[in-house]
């Protein structure tokens, strides 16, 4: 139940905030919105405004909204129309650039969703930095410390009976010997359970330092909303940076192309969520700022695809044909969809693996 109500939430609240983006500044310029949605599929509820249907629909993950003149629209008789050429409240009756504002908003949505989802977990818990303990906050999945069976929040009191009061010297002490044997003294549960452990660090392949996969406890101080704002913001930029730099590698073959779907999503928000209320909010802010990046993309159906079309049509100073732009649009969808069922069928082939 809890992993329902998790993905409802992330998925409802991403799509939700950039579809508010398109909606808003559409308003703004003085398109007609016909629809605004949350939710796919049948409608459940809904209220008609004076000019838009706001409405609650079945399936309650995203949803949608309705510009008067961008599609072609259904009339009483249920047939195709597109909005009249001297239609000022048609989408397409707009100049190019304000049109651009409406798509663009969109994904800029996301990354604003991301910035106050991060400025409230900075605001709540404080700013996060590693301790300097000897207390161990994680460890490194197939790493020597996590297959000796070492835990989070055990204290590594000596190494080879040298003490090592706090993080900086137990690095110093583990860095100093690769490819070696240690014997880690360890304290756990507060002082009520002391115990040895053998382990052999690894060497690392770029500075030759020993390694057995820790990482120190993270450390929370308080923080103002100005300081929680500037860590928002600086931590927006960076998974950014990180996430485009990732896609980069991927599509040159530089690191493998690891994509996971929505099974996969699935699984990490539930995680998530039962890990607290601040590791779902920050992975929310994560995967707004990946829904954001690549709905710039200039892939066909998607926001960025409708950017470039607009640009053409800004150099050209005329639109492509609605029907050519149509039929790239549908082609592009159909492909994102089997790439979608594809990404798909390989998660559920993991969970399988795992399983097994």
């Excluded at 139940?1 to 398109?22: K, P, R, W």
């Excluded at 706001?54 to 259904?74: S, T, W």
């Excluded at 049109?99 to 990354?111: L, W």
Aim: proline residues 5%.
């Amino acid at each position: 139940m809890l992993t329902t109500l998790a993905i409802v939430f992330v998925f409802g609240s991403m799509v939700m905030i950039h579809e508010l983006g398109h909606y808003m500044v559409a308003k703004w310029i003085g398109v007609k919105v016909i629809e605004f949605s949350f939710g796919f599929g049948p409608k459940i509820v809904g209220y008609q405004g004076k000019e838009t249907l706001y409405a609650l629909r079945v399936i309650p993950l995203g949803g949608f909204v309705k510009l008067h003149g961008m599609d072609a629209e259904v009339d009483a008789n249920g047939q195709a129309v597109i909005a009249p050429s001297h239609d000022s409240r048609s989408f397409m009756n707009k100049p190019v650039w304000q049109r651009m504002a409406v798509i663009v908003a969109g994904p800029i949505m996301n990354f604003v969703l991301a910035i106050i989802l991060f400025v409230g977990v900075f605001a709540y818990l404080g700013i996060p930095a590693p301790g300097n303990t000897n207390t161990i906050g994680s460890l490194v999945s197939g790493k020597p410390a996590a297959a000796s069976g070492i835990q989070p929040g055990d204290k590594i009191l000596a190494v080879n009976n040298e003490l090592t009061p706090n993080w900086t010297r137990l690095t110093e002490v583990i860095h100093a010997k690769p490819d070696q044997v240690l014997n880690l003294t360890l304290e756990r549960d507060n002082g009520k359970q002391h115990q040895t452990v053998a382990l052999k660090t690894e060497k690392d392949a770029q500075t030759g330092q020993g390694m057995i996969g820790i990482a120190p406890e993270i450390i929370y101080t308080h923080a103002s909303i100005f300081q929680s704002t500037g860590f928002g913001l600086v931590r927006t930029v960076d998974f950014t940076k990180f996430i485009m730099v990732t896609l980069v590698q991927m599509i040159t073959g530089k690191i493998p192309a690891e994509v996971g779907g929505p099974v996969m999503i699935a699984q990490e928000i539930g995680k998530g969520a039962r890990e607290g209320l601040a590791n779902l909010l920050s992975l929310t802010g994560v995967l707004s700022i990946q829904l954001g990046l690549i709905n710039l993309f200039p892939i066909p159906a998607l926001d960025g695809s409708r950017l470039v079309f607009l640009l053409i049509e800004g150099v050209r100073g005329k639109p492509l044909k609605p029907e050519k732009e149509n039929m790239i649009h549908l082609v592009g969808f159909v492909l994102l969809m089997a790439l979608m069922i594809a990404v798909t069928y390989k998660d559920v082939l993991r969970l399988f693996d795992k399983a097994g």
